[in-house]
């Protein structure tokens, strides 16, 4: 429900600043700063609770808060008091968790697992409980999405909108490479409140050369009688800044919890303003800092300790998902690029012990620089690489033994880790004889003379047909995977006279994705009737295609 939503992180931003809060409604200067070890304990404590014993720590003290806010603001007495202004809010509950539902059901923000309520059991906490969780989620959700977008890929940009009555939901979802961003909105209009909660999560999760990242979660929250004299605006800032070392692990972040909060019409207006200031070394947490803004109005005292404890809950809870999302990004291979290039180019078809030397350079797809860091090599099959499962300064280089046999195969697995991220690729060798595809054209009279056919394996017996002036088919026997003997059997095209001929050839391979050729040396004989054997010699080069093996 907004309207309580609002007003609990209108009033949790005025408690959060203490002692800063006075009692007669003046105004309290901003600056002020609160003593750390007490609240780096609290949030130590909050940050270690299981999950669902988060969950009901934070329905506790939202629904505490939310009753007491009913009287604070002058809302429960706009809306008729009592019985009445709470049936009024619970069904502002029921409906912003139907709305908050039909977002999470998109198939982006993923299942709430048990945090999920029904129209039918509205619960104040309930609903402030799922409102914010919905944006802490989306951030593991607006990174898987785009996990999958490369440089120069168009933006994504999807839209999702669903307007029931007087109560409507809508999601928006951008994302390119270095960014990922989900914005949702929850309005609410009925039973003398009207509503509505905007939240963007942002994460920007490819590490800069420094091996810093950044992500934000930012809600704004308003909420007004039906007939507007009763109301108020609250933004809520959450700034993650995260640091990732050489080995792409993530060694430290900062988190600046910024809130703001005023109301209108209670003849109280208040308004208050507060940050936190929270330091990690890894899972430790370091230093912890509250500076109150600027204060107005009158503030119960048993709110402090109440929203205090909200806001720290609040950024304990949304923190981890947000840090866990942006990391599986920067493993994902969405920040880094590693495309390994080798010396020969020839991959396919190596000779027995022959060497092969790797380079893996691992590049940045946001600006495309080197990334750094390191690159280690495994290898799965025969015969070795070198070095093997240890780091290698980047741009690393490998050398890969061919095995000693033929017919043998093997994969070299390469994993960059910089300060940029992580990227994975996979080099395949083998000493298999190649594959390949045969075609080409020889110069004769009067149209000249095509080959078509397939090579299996290049030191295994293959055959070549022709068409054109020379009709039948070249039969190849290897001495080797390079070379030896052809002999053709057929006819003249445009005559009823066979012809037969042999000779030798040379088979090179191709290099890399280029391709090869096939040259052959012949002499060819045409028989005919009456006048004798006609026999001519010469070359023809034919194309070396590379194919799948047969």
Known sequence: MPALLTRTVAVAAAVLLLAACSSSGSSSPAGSSSATGDLAAQATAYAGLAPEEQEAQLRTLSTDIEHQLLTLSGLDKELGGGAKATAAYDAMTAAMVTRATAIRSTGYVGKFGGLARTAETPSLGGMIFAGWMLGGLSAEAVTAATNDAKP?????????????????????????????????????????????????????????????????????????????????????????????????????????????????????NHWAEATDTSAHTGDKLTDYTRVAGRTAGNVPANFTQQWANFGMLTEAMF??????????????????????TTSPDKRSGLEPSSTVTITAPPRSKIDGGPAGGTVTATLSGDTSVDPSGSKVKADATFTYVAPGEKDKSASVALEARSKRGVAKASVDFDTKPGSYKVSGTMPSAPSGTTFTGTICKADKPFTVQTAGDMIGTASFTPKSATAGSVKFTGKVGNAPLAMVGSGTYTLTPPQGSGTGTLAITWKLTIKIPYVGDQTRSGPATLTLTPTTAC
């Open 152 to 268: 120069g890929d168009k933006p994504l940009h999807d839209e999702r909108n669903d307007t029931q009555g007087d109560n409507a939901s809508s999601m928006t979802l951008d994302g390119t490479v270095g960014t990922a961003a989900m914005e949702w909105t929850i309005t609410t209009t009925g039973n003398g409140v009207e509503g509505k909660v905007h939240s963007k999560v942002s994460v920007n999760p490819c590490p800069d050369a420094s091996g810093t990242f950044t992500a934000k979660i930012s809600m704004t929250m308003s909420a007004a009688s039906a007939k507007g004299r009763i109301g108020s605006n609250t933004t809520v800032d959450i700034d993650i800044t995260g640091h990732v070392d050489d080995d792409a692990k993530l060694v430290s972040y900062e988190v600046v919890t910024t809130t703001q909060a005023a109301e209108f019409g209670s003849g109280d």
């Open 319 to 340: 923190t981890p998902k947000v840090l866990g999302a942006a990391q599986k990004a920067w493993e994902s291979g969405r920040c880094v690029s590693l495309v390994p």
